[in-house]
């Protein structure tokens, strides 16, 4: 029965959504289970070899609101991801563009999966929103992310860094 409950505490943990609002910015993480992802690419015709992929990865949307009078920089070169102490490498989506090339992928699916990444870098406008998804190996472990955004026009303003520790990779229910 303990154990039961664990599992119950777990699987809500993994299905809340995780934000943080600071007077600059709010950030929403969602992570996404491996059928609520291999659907919605299935849906749009992705071959079998790349649902395969896909399926193995932890995807976690990311949806990033500028609430403040200025510009704010995404640059996820500068975020850092870790679990269980130790740092989880996010490919970056040429190393995906790469990987479906070499298997062949029709391009038009390799766009549409760029499509859904969240960019690499952009400029978040005062009152901008922008989001996507990003992907990193998966884990059962909690997962840590230290997001840093430059600001000002040409990045000459405060640094703004936001530390998650609670993200975790969604699993298909049992």
Same mark, same amino acid.
């Given at each position: 029965?303990?154990?039961?409950?664990?599992?119950?505490?777990?699987?809500?943990?993994?299905?809340?959504?995780?934000?943080? *609002?600071?007077?600059?910015?709010?950030?929403?993480?969602m992570?996404?289970?491996?059928?609520q992802?291999?659907?919605?690419? =299935?849906?749009?015709?992705?071959? *079998?070899a790349? /649902? &395969?992929v896909?399926? #193995? #990865?932890?995807? $976690?949307?990311v949806?990033?609101?500028?609430?403040?009078?200025?510009?704010?920089?995404? &640059?996820?070169?500068?975020?850092?991801f870790? %679990?269980?102490?130790? !740092?989880?490498?996010? =490919?970056?989506?040429?190393?995906?563009?790469?990987?479906?090339?070499?298997?062949?992928?029709?391009?038009?699916? #390799?766009?549409?999966?760029?499509?859904?990444?969240? !960019?690499?870098?952009?400029?978040?406008?005062?009152?901008?929103? =922008?989001?996507?998804?990003?992907?990193?190996?998966?884990? *059962?472990?909690? $997962?840590?992310?230290?997001?840093?955004?430059?600001?000002?026009?040409?990045? #000459?303003? =405060?640094?703004? %860094?936001?530390?998650? &520790?609670? /993200?975790?990779?969604?699993?298909?229910?049992?």
């Open positions: 029965m303990i154990n039961f409950a664990l599992i119950l505490l777990a699987s809500a943990q993994i299905v809340q959504p995780v934000a943080v *609002k600071t007077a600059e910015l709010e950030m929403k993480f992570a996404r289970t491996p059928d992802m291999v659907s919605f690419y =299935e849906a749009r015709g992705f071959p *079998k790349m /649902l &395969d896909l399926k #193995q #990865q932890c995807f $976690i949307t949806g990033i609101q500028n609430n403040s009078d200025d510009k704010i920089w995404l &640059d996820l070169s500068t975020w850092t870790s %679990s269980a102490g130790k !740092p989880i490498k996010r =490919e970056h989506r040429d190393y995906w563009k790469k990987r479906w090339q070499e298997m062949n992928i029709p391009l038009s699916k #390799q766009s549409t999966f760029r499509w859904t990444l969240i !960019p690499e870098t952009l400029d978040y406008l005062p009152g901008e929103h =922008e989001g996507g998804n990003i992907v990193l190996p998966f884990t *059962k472990e909690p $997962i840590s992310v230290t997001a840093t955004f430059a600001t000002g026009e040409n990045k #000459q303003g =405060e640094k703004i %860094s936001i530390t998650i &520790d609670k /993200l975790f990779c969604a699993e298909n229910p049992q």
